[in-house]
């Protein structure tokens, strides 16, 4: 099992920046993939940023060249992704769910959810 504790988000004007992490404990030799999704209300769940183990990175369109995904893999016993985002828009305003991908038989793993609510 892979234990995920989500942090970051909250209210910023249009224009402004956050920061969001989510730290993985536990069966973290199981993770192949750590990322973040979105779902604003009324709308699907979409990817926003996901990287690879090995260093790939996948980007929405929409946020390419404003987002900025990092993982840092290198503690034995935790795994972190951080989603740094700048130049903040509303359409950004959503509830992120931190994701990890893992070939272990109980399949990817999903956090609790943080908001991120951007004003004009």
């Known amino acids: 099992q892979v234990q995920l504790v989500e942090s970051g988000g909250g209210l910023v004007q249009a224009g402004g920046s956050l920061r969001l992490s989510c730290v993985a404990s536990?069966?973290?030799?199981?993770?192949?993939?750590m990322g973040w999704y979105r779902q604003a209300p009324g709308n699907e769940r979409e990817l926003v940023a996901v990287m690879t183990q090995s260093g790939s990175t996948n980007y929405a369109d929409s946020v390419k060249g404003r987002f900025t995904i990092s993982m840092d893999n290198t503690k034995k016993t935790l795994c972190q992704v951080d989603l740094q985002m700048n130049s903040l828009k509303p359409d950004d305003t959503a509830v992120y769910y931190c994701?990890?991908?893992?070939?272990?038989?109980?399949?990817?793993?999903w956090g609790q959810g943080t908001q991120v609510t951007v004003s004009s």
């Open positions: 994701y990890v991908g893992s070939w272990s038989r109980t399949g990817d793993y």
């Open positions: 536990g069966s973290i030799f199981t993770i192949t993939s």
